[in-house]
T-cell receptor, first 116, second 113 residues
């Protein structure tokens, strides 16, 4: 079974600064999907960014970008120009290509605190 | 984008009673939906996979008779917490997948008193 590890329970960043969240995973599969989800205080889960393992290019979405290191099984999220609205719990998630249902395996989460 | 609606957002019930939570995919058909449970400041724990027209698949350790799942249509799955006890108090979230993306309901905070 795949496992997803987020080793940072909490990260603090000042407004306009950059913060990087780490995520590692364990899998024997060669093709899979990785996601970062944001859960603000409202607790609504919001997709931040997605990466397909077969793509070498790192995904980017505006101020959010990932550093995908397939050999190292690492998938970090960088938040640039941090804003107060970025304060939330961030979850890294793994999806197997063999799972046609779309089941996700989540990491423990990292709480991002943004200070003015 | 696709929308998944979950209802109610909050519910308080007395110990021993049953509570039903609905999860609807509003603009797409979802043959499969997932039910998660989340404790404060913790991750989402998958409880079960709900399949339209068939029995749900429960994760190890989840009581099938306590958490009844019904997926009667392509847009609706329900989770019924039967004979609720205070330890069932938690945040429950559903999700449905379209193509490669999972869409989540707003969640339901259940408090059993």
């Amino acid at each position: 079974a795949q496992t997803v590890t987020q080793s940072q329970p909490e990260m603090s960043v000042q407004e306009a600064e950059t913060v990087t969240l780490s995520c590692t995973y364990d899998t024997s599969e060669s093709d899979y999907y990785l996601f970062w989800y944001k859960q603000p205080p409202s607790r609504q889960m919001i997709l931040v960014i997605r990466q397909e393992a077969y793509k070498q290019q790192n995904a980017t979405e505006n101020r959010f970008s990932v550093n995908f290191q397939k050999a190292a099984k690492s998938f970090s999220l960088k938040i640039s120009d941090s804003q107060l609205g970025d304060a939330a719990m961030y979850f890294c998630a793994y999806r197997s290509p063999d799972d046609s249902w779309g089941k996700l395996q989540f990491g423990a989460g990292t709480q991002v605190v943004v200070t003015p | 984008g696709a929308v998944v609606s979950q209802h109610p957002s909050r519910v308080i019930c007395k110990s021993g009673t049953s509570v039903k939570i609905e999860c609807r995919s509003l603009d797409f058909q979802a043959t499969t939906m997932f039910w998660y449970r989340q404790f404060p400041k913790q991750s989402l724990m998958l409880m079960a996979t709900s399949n339209e027209g068939s029995k749900a698949t429960y994760e190890q350790g989840v009581e099938k008779d306590k958490f009844l799942i019904n997926h009667a249509s392509l847009t609706l799955s329900t989770l019924t917490v039967t004979s609720a006890h205070p330890e069932d108090s938690s945040f429950y979230i559903c999700s449905a997948t379209r193509t490669y993306e999972a869409f989540f309901g707003q969640g339901t905070r259940l408090t059993v008193v």
